[in-house]
């Protein structure tokens, strides 16, 4: 489902309004609609990630399609220019859409689902979460929990890492968010794990099937996580000491406290971006290493540097470029989320073709950051892309879109760069790994991106920076 984009001059634009007088009389884009009902469904299956891919070879940078689950038609776009048309025009010719199931299974009260003055009051009220003073506040217990893992994994040595992984964000995500130590080891993991295997199934109305399953995972989620917010309320802080805290004690601009129900849904979407996309990024970063040892060497040279045999610190972590540029370059190459989803609230013309009011739009980044235009040799691993003359360039042309864009651009974006950070220089200052032969390192990209195989590593401890 994450195969979008779109690479056109804007000068080929129409005009960038909220109507277009003769879109009506334009040529819808290229692509079939395949089969009535089902649409292109089959295709989509057994195309996989390759879906969209070989559609743009066949149709070009857009095409449309339909497929079951959507209440439109689809129209998939790549590119720099379509992400900066589509993302900036948020409110004005877009807005943020899910199909319907994924809209049941995160809940109408997240924020994903919000729009306008609402979506836009309940960001500011969560940025304070994830401004830099917070996130200095966040270090010692993400030390803590980092240190616990790396003690579990040289006991184990040879092990799957991407579970490892998932049970180590979510254990983070859950000691910030809610205050609660060795999270993995309780029901909510394992009912979390469900609720996000099956974030993208199928969703048919039948009581075995793996939606209906997630579906009563996520009632199960949204029990627990309610339960820990009403006793929160009865029993309230003296300080705010974690995010929890902040969604129960703060006020939107209308002096508004959140409801009940959207502390729980609000709680569980910010739970998935802490947990679930951060275990794909670090996982990839973990593959980048163990696949490219000059770059790993290039790494610890510059934690030896820096002197890190003292405890890390924020200010520390501020004084990595060559991580930085590793850490950009990964997501560049594995953006744990594909792409986006979006609706056509205005009929508008992209490329020379209409796209009717009420179609759907899905843009990508994974296809826009392998642009042969844009990056030189975009298939191979090369940090030096990212020095922060470039990065800045990158990211303002939307060339660069690990964490989307425009006004629902990743609230938690330097949440998990700070995360991604500490973990990286931890395993830098005295660990090494080798990946075993003989597994499948292809990568799965539905919810997010991990290896299919789970990435299977030997892992142990060396000399210490």
Known sequence: MYDPTLTIPLSLFFPMTTQFDDAAAMELPPGSFGLPILGEIFSFITDNQDFAKNRHERYG???????????????????????????????????????????????????????????????????????????????????????????????????????????????????????????????????????????????????????????RSRQRLIEQLGDLVESRKKNPSDSTSDILDLLISEKDENGDHLTFEEVNEQLLTILFAAHGTLASAICSLCIVFGQNKDIFQQAKEEQEQLGLAEEINYEKLQQMPFLDQVIRETLRLFPPVGGGFRKAIQPCSLNGYHIPKGWNVIYQASLTHLDIEVYDKPDEFDPDRFTPESHKKLAKNMSYIPFGGGMRECIGKEYARLEMKLFAAKLLQGYEWDILPNQNMDLDIIPVMKPRDGLKVNFQSVDGI
Not at 95 to 103: M, Q, T, W
Not at 146 to 173: G, S
Not at 190 to 204: A, I, K, N, Q, V
């Open 61 to 215: 940078s857009i095409f449309k399609t339909k497929l079951i689950g959507f209440d439109a038609p689809i129209v998939y776009i790549k590119g720099a220019e379509a992400n900066k048309y589509v993302l900036m025009n948020e409110h004005k010719l877009f807005v943020s859409y899910f199909p319907g199931s994924i809209r049941n299974l995160l809940g109408d009260k997240a924020i994903t689902q919000q729009y306008g003055d609402v979506h836009q009051n309940r960001r500011k009220l969560l940025y304070s979460a994830f401004q830099p003073r917070s996130l200095s506040s966040y270090l010692t217990g993400m030390i803590s929990v980092t240190d616990q893992y790396l003690e579990k994994w040289l006991d184990l040595q040879t092990f799957t890492w991407y579970p490892e992984i998932q049970k180590y964000t979510f254990d983070i995500a859950c000691k910030l968010l809610i205050s609660l130590d060795n999270a993995s080891s309780t029901p909510l993991y394992r009912d979390y794990d469900l609720w996000g295997d099956g974030l993208f199934s199928f969703p048919l109305p039948f009581p075995w099937t793996k939606y209906q399953k997630t579906l």
